[in-house]
């Protein structure tokens, strides 16, 4: 497909010749904040919704220029936590993916598609509920704005812990085309290019741009002789600007997106204990089956998973801007209708054995957006009002079916020897293939979500210098769904698990995958608002103090219930409370030297009541995880940033961020895998040590004081850029030599902190070295992961409790060329 998607773009512009040559950007500091080529050159943000210059923004907030994602391979939002040490990105497939900035926005490692994402992603204004957005290309982006801490005042749909905000190239008067190839090892292919220019003078610009890429995978599965963890993009994007009369602009965009790569495969890591008996447990289970992984060290890149693996996503939709100038401002309207479609496969016992031989849930959705918005300047008082509309329906029909090796690998034999293939008496379930052989369930779930919202923001300025700026918001949320399962036998027939069933075969079926059926639903108003203060000392040095109170949007469960003892959902759980959020905030922000030197400094303490999380509970005898409210978690921390052009041809940056991020209270979380997995302990009972056989197992954990998941203490990005003249090719340019590095320490992988699941700090080093014209060419050969580091990108429990632990290598020493080009 890349090929012929290669050739395309190619073809495409290759009949560029004829165009004007348009002025290259200036070259740009590879950091998470935009360098500014010359003294007077100002880096210009929409941050708040108008153009205002960086440093005049009295918010936490990183920009990343088109060039600069460029030059560091930063491919898509996942790779921006390499610049950008406050975002962490993780994800097991597209759907399975969390943004989160400060280590807030969502669950880590949790898909449910009942609650929102903390942290908002916009693409040319226009709302994305789905993060799985973020697994796609940058298709011709202009830059990308990374917003810490809430703003709902000024954004269509309330976020509480930040925002990504990605604005494209817009059509052009002026006739422009662009081209860039990359090429490298594991068989890397990247093709990308925008055409743009006039289609009647001065009244209506077209821009197209498109993108494909495709690589081999990183590990390679024996059981099908195929690598596996591979990409396969392709990216589309068209805008037509229509100035209808001056001061009177509409923009119509669509696009679409679609991966299908044979992905995603989580890998044998390492076995931890738990308190299943022995018997029970991973290294035992194998030996009965006689089976071992094909490597026992995840570096050799190994698999032997037998479930077919697929992530094909399909992404796009239509938005139509309009933009009036109107009084002392101008009147925004987007209107906005996007689609994703999701169709899955997965290997969810992450083994080369037959246990669960069917895992996917394949999703269709579509939402719905419209926003109005005046935004003006004024003298003494500057402003922001909006009204914002959404609607999203979302139908998703999931189906796990259990395999031949499942009786076996999860039901308990009875008390025989370690590393027996047998049971304690012949008859015994466990021994019988046939009780869980073809054991299926198969969901329907319908999600249906409306928000409503008027929100706006005014900056008073008292004096020149100081500047007071409330904010308000009053939010409507709406949610309704459903969630039905039917559970058949290997027969075909369906079980029925209320009443309690007689059949020790029936109630092992029950206790595998249980039938239920509920319908949850809620609806909430919601105000709140922010206040910043801030002072210019003087034109280049501006402080802030900036305190906010947001409200996340209720959720519900969407991914089935705990069950009583007569195998009932729990429905007093099928709601959420939303979280309650105050966020205490210290800004700096200067330039010295000229304007030479950036260096910005933050401090943020944020506090959540009612912390949307995973949790168990002892009430409820059959122990799932679900969505509830842990009682309140804090994080805090200090964040700087540090741009220097030393000289013309010499360019450093530093970016640090300490994050201290923990449960302040949380009573009824899932316990870590060492104290899973055995009896269920009664009231006033503890578990026995990790490995006892026939140890107990709380129903929940108090971790209260626990790290937050996913959130290294400490994190830095750096770099540095050296310039030389130099005349190659006929043609006057420089050549450079860039070096970007990212460091962070070590992370929790588990929602409850376990000795088995921290992964460990880790640095990973990229280096490039190039050529570039001002006007047109930019080559350059690239290596990332220099020194081929080795680091999981995060690590996972496996079902059943039997201490097997998987995970997701980061990639190896990666390298190659890219030449880019514009017309």
């Known amino acids: 497909m890349l090929n012929r998607s290669a050739r395309l773009l190619v073809l495409l512009f290759a009949n560029t010749s004829t165009l004007a040559f348009a002025a290259a950007p200036p070259p740009q500091g590879p950091s998470g904040v935009v360098i500014p080529d010359t003294e007077e050159e100002v880096i210009t943000v929409t941050a708040r919704r108008r153009e205002e210059q960086l440093q005049d923004v009295p918010i936490a907030v990183s920009a990343v220029s088109g060039a600069s994602l460029q030059a560091t391979g930063s491919g898509n939002v996942g790779k921006l936590q390499q610049l950008l040490p406050s975002f962490q990105f993780y994800s097991t497939n597209p759907r399975n993916s969390a943004a989160n900035i400060r280590g807030l926005g969502a669950p880590f490692g949790l898909t449910n598609d009942g609650i929102e994402q903390g942290v908002g992603i916009y693409v040319d204004e226009v709302y994305n509920s789905r993060v799985a957005a973020t697994t796609f290309d940058f298709v011709d982006v202009e830059r ?116 299908n790569p044979e992905c995603c495969a989580q890998i044998f890591v390492r076995v931890g204990r738990t308190q299943r008996p022995l018997n029970r447990q991973y290294d035992a289970l194998a030996a009965a089956f006689g089976y071992a992984p094909p490597s026992r060290n995840a570096f050799d890149r190994l698999t032997d998973l037998d479930t077919p693996l697929q992530a094909k996503q399909t992404l796009g939709g239509l938005s139509l801007r309009a933009e009036w100038e109107l009084g002392a401002g101008t009147l925004t309207s987007v209107s906005a209708w996007r689609f994703w479609h999701w169709d899955p496969s997965n290997d969810r016992d992450f083994t080369g054995l037959p246990i669960t031989t069917v895992s996917a849930n394949p999703s269709k959705q579509d939402q719905y957006s419209q926003e109005f918005r005046y935004s003006a300047t004024g003298e003494h008082l500057d ?96 949610k309704s769904g459903s969630y039905i399962a039917i559970v058949t036998n290997g027969a075909g027939q369906p079980i029925t698990c209320n009443p309690v069933p007689a059949s020790s075969v029936v109630r092992d ?156 209270k949380f009573t009824g979380a899932p316990c870590p895998p060492e104290l899973s997995g055995g009896t269920t302990a009664g009231a006033g009972q503890t578990p026995s040590a990790p490995g006892t056989p026939g140890g107990l197992s709380p129903a929940s954990c108090d971790i209260s004081g626990q790290w937050l998941p996913g959130i290294s203490k400490w994190a830095f990005s750096y770099g540095a ?85 998987a995970g997701q290598p980061g990639d190896p020493r990666t390298y190659g060329v890219t030449v880019a080009a514009r017309f």
């Open 144 to 259: 990308i704005e990374v917003l810490r801490g809430p703003q709902g005042t000024l954004y269509g749909k309330n976020t509480t812990a930040g925002a990504i905000n990605i604005t494209t190239r817009p059509p052009s008067f002026t006739p422009e085309a662009r081209l860039e190839l990359s090429f490298g090892n594991l068989d890397y292919l990247q093709a990308k290019g925008s055409v743009s220019g006039p289609l009647v003078d001065d009244r209506l610009a077209i821009r197209l741009a498109a993108s494909a890429t495709q690589r081999r995978g990183t590990i390679f599965n024996v059981a099908t002789d195929r690598w596996v963890n591979e990409q396969d993009n392709l990216g589309l994007r068209g805008s037509l600007l229509w100035k209808v009369a001056d001061g009177f602009n509409l923009t119509l965009s669509g696009d679409y997106s679609r991966q």
């Open 383 to 478: 402003h922001t009002i909006g009204l914002f509309a959404y609607h999203q329906k979302q139908h998703t029909t999931g189906a796990q079916q259990q395999g031949p090796a499942a009786s076996r690998w999860t039901l308990n034999p009875g008390n025989v020897p370690v590393g027996s293939s047998g049971c304690a008496t012949p008859t015994a379930n466990a021994c019988n293939p046939a009780v869980l052989n073809g054991l299926r369930s198969e969901n329907d779930i319908l999600l249906k979500t409306t928000s409503l919202a008027a929100f706006g923001q005014l900056a008073w300025h008292i004096t020149d210098r100081l500047t007071l700026q409330p904010g308000l918001r009053v939010n409507y949320d709406k």
């Open 721 to 805: 850029e050296y310039n030389l003249p130099a005349h190659l090719l006929g043609q006057d340019g420089e050549v450079y030599l860039g070096f970007d590095g990212s460091s962070r320490s070590k992370f929790s992988s588990n929602p409850s902190r376990s000795v088995y699941m921290d992964v460990n700090g880790y640095t990973l080093s990229n280096f490039r070295l190039g050529f570039r014209t001002e006007q047109r060419w930019n080559i350059f050969g690239w290596v990332r992961n220099a020194f081929d580091t080795r680091y999981y990108e995060l690590l996972a429990i496996t079902p059943g409790s039997t201490g097997l632990i």
């Open 509 to 664: 079926q029950c206790a595998t995958l249980a039938p239920q059926s509920y319908a949850p639903h809620f609806s909430d108003w919601n105000v709140s608002g922010d206040f910043t203060v801030s002072y210019k000392f003087s034109d280049d040095i501006l402080g802030y103090a900036t305190y906010a109170k947001s409200y996340k949007s209720d959720g519900i469960n969407l991914a089935g219930l705990p069950l009583d003892a007569n195998n009932l959902p729990v429905l007093a759980v099928t709601t959420v409370k939303p979280e309650d959020v105050n966020h205490f905030e210290l800004g700096l922000k200067t330039q010295f030297l000229d304007k030479r030197l950036t260096f910005n400094l933050s401090g943020f303490w944020t506090e959540i009541s009612d912390y949307q999380a995973l949790v168990n509970s002892g009430a409820i005898s059959t122990v799932r995880g679900y969505l509830a409210n842990a009682d309140k978690v804090r994080v805090r921390g200090v964040e700087a940033d540090l741009n220097w052009r030393v000289s013309d041809r010499f360019t450093v940056y530093a970016n640090g961020a300490f994050t201290d991020a923990k449960y302040v």
